[in-house]
């Protein structure tokens, strides 16, 4: 699904990073410091859920 990972920067600053780890990923939240504030592993089904269900969001 992703290759190599990506990050996505918010307005304010924060960051979500999706980075593969084997044949799951972590998803990571950080503020606008750069702290982290979470970190979740899933398998790609999940990611993809995940995903699918920003999508509906308007403006995504």
Same mark, same amino acid.
């Given at each position: 699904?992703?290759?190599?990972? @990506? *990050?996505i920067h918010?307005a +304010?600053? %924060? %960051?979500v990073s999706? *980075?593969?780890v084997?044949?799951e990923?972590? =998803?990571?939240? @950080? $503020?606008? @410091?750069?702290?982290t504030?979470s970190?979740? @592993?899933? $398998?790609s089904? +999940? =990611?993809a859920? =995940?995903?699918?269900?920003?999508?509906e969001?308007?403006?995504?």
């Open positions: 699904m992703i290759n190599g990972g @990506r *990050t918010t +304010d600053g %924060s %960051s999706i *980075t593969p084997g044949i990923y972590d =998803l990571e939240t @950080r $503020n606008a @410091r750069g702290e504030i970190t979740v @592993r899933m $398998n089904d +999940d =990611l859920a =995940l995903v699918a269900e920003a999508k969001v308007p403006g995504w």
